[in-house]
Nanobody
Framework: QVQLVESGGGLVQAGGSLRLSCAAS????????MRWYRQAPGKQREFVATLTTGGLTNYADSVKGRFTISRDNAKNTVYLQMNSLKPEDTAVYYCNAGFLDRLYWGQGTQVTVSS
């Protein structure tokens, strides 16, 4: 089992930056895949970024070049560095872990980008 706790959300102006954190309850090197998703009001949850144990990354087209997913193994934490934020990035951001054929979710953290 994996517990995930996101933090780092907040209110920021367009063009600004935020760094989200996702702290895992077990060593993240044992977790196959870590992902970030987001859900805007009235919309379905959508994929944002992936990081595998091998270090491979993948991003949604809408965030490529602006967002970076990374990890700190010593802290069992995955990060999402978000730069050049746009109002359309406003959403609740969720961390997701794939472990032993199950998916685990955090509670989410709100990101609001004002124009």
């Amino acid at each position: 089992q994996v517990q995930l706790v996101e933090s780092g959300g907040g209110l920021v102006q367009a063009g600004g930056s935020l760094r989200l954190s996702c702290a895992a309850s077990r060593t993240i090197t044992s977790i196959n895949v870590m992902r970030w998703y987001r859900q805007a009001p009235g919309k379905q949850r959508e994929f944002v970024a992936t990081l595998t144990t091998g270090g491979l990354t993948n991003y949604a087209d809408s965030v490529k070049g602006r967002f970076t997913i990374s990890r700190d193994n010593a802290k069992n934490t995955v990060y999402l560095q978000m730069n050049s934020l746009k109002p359309e990035d406003t959403a609740v951001y969720y961390c997701n872990a794939g472990f032993l054929d199950r998916l685990y979710w955090g509670q989410g953290t709100q990101v609001t980008v004002s124009s």
